[in-house]
């Protein structure tokens, strides 16, 4: 089981390449990490990987297929604003619930109050909101995460208990995970392996 | 620390003023209630008034307002307080009818056009640059007399020309929504078209909806009124505001001025009560006001 993107290319309407002929894997039970300059296409390349949006060139597999169209997807993204992937004009309880209703060791494990459920995002915090995030996409249906500067925006005391239980996902059910950050120090520390991207030639004048 | 002694909360000087101060928000609820209140107001009269008043009565003719008329009698002696708010009520019937079902069509149209694909959006675009580049008021009395004029013509009028500046901005809204990363985000986690139509897009151009809606109501009573003064819309036998006003018009030059001058205002009331009912529901249901 591995999520593959095999000589993917990208590009907004026929301007410049974001990025071309572009390989990865990340098989499952595996922390990856993705390592780029800011601009150079990471989370254009994130929302590949995930099906939010189609490669102009190249193909993304799951097993060997493309991406489910219709139904859950097994490769999730959890992007770098909390506040706009959730709706906000629901509860948190809603918003936790759309993907899978959630074990409840999930939300221990995420430190998720009971109290925050009643409320909307608006009365939560980025950090608070993000852990939301990451506990809707942790479902046992969820092969690959693909985590797009997830933390980035967070303080040290979130972000430590965001990865511990990513890790512990990874260690417990073999999900694979990959880590999109600027960050080297971030990345030595939580991936098995680490690729970099690396921006397209510069645009014709 | 004494310094610090001149420094005084921002609010300090705001709490002190009144006690009756309101907040934005109460202010916004109350100009809202009593909108509300003048229009139930209307309709109560047009209800509550006894048919009595409306008989002729010859030896009552064209007098002046006065305590027992306070807006006068006409040519034939009636009551015209009580042929106004007659008018009024069936102009706000006429105009729910038909601001509804406009709202409702613009609904439909806009969301369609939002998510129905390219071909769907280029055809709803279309139609509604095409009945916008027409004036409402011809296309109102085509339209209102080639269905044979009436009650049932003037509302199918307003319907089919009210409906395209609301069905722009609810296709606006919605193709926004589609870009929006918690519906992407929904289908991924494996959501249905339906799921995302009805529990994301629904709920967030309702409060556009509503206020439309509320917006057309004076819009479709002018454009009634105005058809009807035009001879296109309603029969002169019914209660309608601009049937009074155009009668009126007969009787302007002969010094009888409360025939037109009180239906005119009492019109301009309502439509203007709408208006503020309107803003001030807008300004309660967008997030960026609700708090002020």
């Keep these: ?42 989370t254009t390349l994130a929302r590949l990987l995930a099906g939010h949006e189609d490669p102009r060139e190249g193909r993304v597999l799951f097993d060997g297929a493309a991406l489910p169209r219709a139904g859950y997807c097994p490769v999730q993204l959890v992007s770098q604003h909390p506040e706009h992937a959730v709706n906000p004009r629901w509860r948190m309880r809603d918003i936790m619930c759309e993907g899978w209703s959630m074990a409840e060791d999930t939300m221990e494990m995420l430190s998720i109050q009971p109290e925050w459920l009643d409320r909307y995002p608006s009365e939560l915090s980025g950090g608070e909101i993000q852990r939301f995030c990451v506990a809707r996409t942790l479902s046992p249906s969820t092969r690959i995460l693909i985590a797009d500067e997830m933390t980035t925006m967070l303080d040290a005391i979130t972000q430590a208990q965001l990865w511990r239980a990513v890790r512990e996902t990874v260690d417990q059910r073999g999900l694979g995970v990959l880590v999109v950050s600027h960050e080297r120090a971030l990345i030595d520390a939580l991936c098995d392996r680490t690729v970099a991207l690396e921006a397209a030639d510069a645009p014709e004048p | ?54 008989a002729t009565d010859l030896g009552a003719r064209n007098q002046a307002p006065s305590l027992a008329n306070p807006f006068g009698t006409d040519w034939l002696g009636r009551d015209m307080l009580t042929r106004t708010a007659r008018g009024l ?78 069905a722009r901005i609810i296709r606006a809204e ?71 006003l155009a009668e009126a018009m007969m009787h302007l030059s002969t010094g009888r001025w409360w025939l037109a001058l009180f239906p005119g205002l009492a019109l301009l009331a309502m439509v203007r009560a709408f208006d503020i009912l309107g803003d001030n529901t807008r300004a309660l249901l967008d997030p960026r006001t609700a708090h002020e």
């Design chain 2, 1 to 54: 620390m004494n310094g610090a002694a001149p420094q005084t909360h921002p609010s300090a000087g705001r709490v002190s003023c009144s006690r009756l101060a309101l907040s934005g928000r109460q202010r916004t609820l109350l100009t809202a209630a009593l909108a509300a209140l003048a229009l139930g107001v209307i309709v109560a009269a047009g209800v509550l008034l006894p048919d009595t008043r409306l």
């Design chain 2, 174 to 244: 919605i193709l926004a929504l589609r870009g929006s990363e918690f519906v992407r985000v929904s289908r991924r986690l494996g959501r249905s078209n339906l799921h995302i139509a009805t529990r994301h897009m629904f709920p967030h151009v309702f409060p556009q909806f509503l206020v439309g809606l509320i917006l057309l109501f004076p819009h479709a009573i002018l454009h009634e009124a105005a058809v009807t003064f035009l001879g296109f819309g309603l029969p002169p036998h019914e209660p309608a505001v601009g049937i009074i």
């Design chain 1, 1 to 42: 089981m591995s999520l593959e993107a095999r000589a993917v290319g990208f590009r907004y309407g026929s301007g410049p390449w974001v990025f071309r002929k572009f390989d990865i894997t990340v098989g499952a039970g595996e922390m990856v990490g993705l390592l780029g300059p800011s601009g150079c296409g990471k």
């Design chain 2, 89 to 166: 009520t069936t102009s706000l019937a006429l105009g729910m009818a038909a601001a509804s079902v406009s709202a409702l069509l613009a609904l439909a149209l806009g969301m369609a056009a939002a998510t129905l694909g390219k071909a769907a959006d280029a055809a709803v675009s279309w139609l509604i640059d095409l009945f916008l580049s027409v004036p409402h008021i011809v296309l109102l009395i085509l339209i209102s007399f080639a269905f044979g004029g009436g009650a049932r013509g003037v509302i199918i009028g307003i319907v089919l020309t009210h409906w395209p500046a609301l």
